[in-house]
Structures are given as C-alpha cells and as structure tokens.
C-alpha cells in the first residue's frame, strides 16, 4: 500500500521548500544590498574627492585673482605716474618755447620785421592755448 503524506507533513515540506527559496532570496537581496552599499560608498568618496579638488582650485583661483588685481593695480599707479612725468616734461618744453618766443619776439621788435612779429604772436597764442595745430 502506497502511503501518502498527511497534511501536516506536506506542510512541512512546502515550509521547508519556501524556508529555502526564502533564504535563497534573502542572500540575494542582502547581496544586491552590499554591493549597491559599496557602490555608494565609492560614489560618495569620488564626490569628497571631487570637493577636495574644487575647493584646492576654488583657493587658486582667489590667489590669482588677488594676485593679478595687485598686479593691474600697480600697472595702473605705474601708468598714471609716467603720465604726471610726462606732463611735467611737456610743461617743461612749453614754458621753455615760451622763452624761445619770448627771446626771438623782442629781436623782431627790434628789427621791426612785422611778419616775424605776426608769426612769433600766432606761436605764442597757440602755445598759450596748449593748441598742437600748424
């Protein structure tokens, strides 16, 4: 006579069979699990890489804007100095022409040489005026 299992051992075997595939799929979550675990961790390193690089750029940069700003700062204190010099220098050669003018009108007052008066007047008139015109 062929004896089949009671309900009670049936159950049993199913149980056991689900307790199986149960664990079975447990290891495979729990792996999935650590590897999406340690692929985050991966991640979350290379961005606090990334940020540590960023910031060490981010301090360059500053340092090399400072830099180039103290830079253009003493380029620009260096350009307004050469234009008062040069002022100085054209003031200078002005009041010297002035002179020159001076010195040669009176020999043409002398000489009552009045086309030599007349040219010595309009140079003495555009040097007053600072008028760089022929």
């Not at 495979?28 to 991966?42: A, H, K, P, Q």
């Not at 700062?73 to 009041?95: L, T």
């Amino acid at each position: 006579m062929t004896s089949y299992p009671t309900e009670e051992e049936a159950m049993n075997v199913t149980g056991r069979s689900m307790d199986r595939e149960m664990k079975r799929r447990l290891r495979v979550l729990t792996d999935e699990n650590r590897s999406l675990r340690e692929d985050l961790e991966r991640r979350d390193a290379k961005i606090q890489d990334l940020c540590s690089k960023f910031g060490k750029a981010n301090s360059r940069i500053a340092v090399l804007t400072a830099t180039l700003m103290e830079s253009l700062h003493y380029q620009w204190k260096s350009v307004v100095k050469e234009k008062v010099a040069a002022e100085a220098r054209n003031m200078e050669e002005v009041q010297q022409l002035r002179v020159q003018i001076a010195n040669i009108g009176q020999l043409a007052a002398a000489d009552d040489n009045e086309y030599a008066a007349a040219r010595i007047n309009e140079l003495d008139q555009m040097v007053g005026r600072g008028d760089d015109r022929k």
